[in-house]
Nanobody, 117 residues
Framework: QVQLVESGGASVQPGGSLRLSCAASRIPFAVYDMGWYRQAPGKQRELVATITTTGSTNYVASVKGRFTISRDNAKNMVFLQLNSLKPEDTAVYYC???????????WGQGTQVTVSS
């Protein structure tokens, strides 16, 4: 079975940092665009950052300059470095794999990030 497993979420103070990881299993990872999404209580799930198969990245405006997405195809993993965290970053963060040509996408179960004093 295809599996995406996120880890690294925690409770931190404003200004702190976290590194989220997503490990993919049983998919041809290198041909999937990867993304990080987040969902706060009472809000829609939103796209945070994406990285394509060729390494091109995009970020939602609210995290530009603070978050960095990266991938390691040899390890079938994608990462999200979160710096200068703010309370409004509090959410469950989800990993997504997508291949538009194959018409397939997969989601992880999420990892909780809480930013509070």
């Amino acid at each position: 079975q295809v599996q995406l497993v996120e880890s690294g979420g925690a409770s931190v103070q404003p200004g702190g940092s976290l590194r989220l990881s997503c490990a993919a299993s049983r998919i041809p990872f290198a041909v999937y665009d990867m993304g990080w999404y987040r969902q706060a209580p009472g809000k829609q799930r939103e796209l945070v950052a994406t990285i394509t198969t060729t390494g091109s990245t995009n970020y939602v405006a609210s995290v530009k300059g603070r978050f960095t997405i990266s991938r390691d195809n040899a390890k079938n993993m994608v990462f999200l470095q979160l710096n200068s965290l703010k309370p409004e970053d509090t959410a469950v963060y989800y990993c997504k794999a997508e291949n538009a040509r194959l018409g397939t996408n997969y989601w992880g179960q999420g990892t909780q990030v809480t930013v509070s004093s």
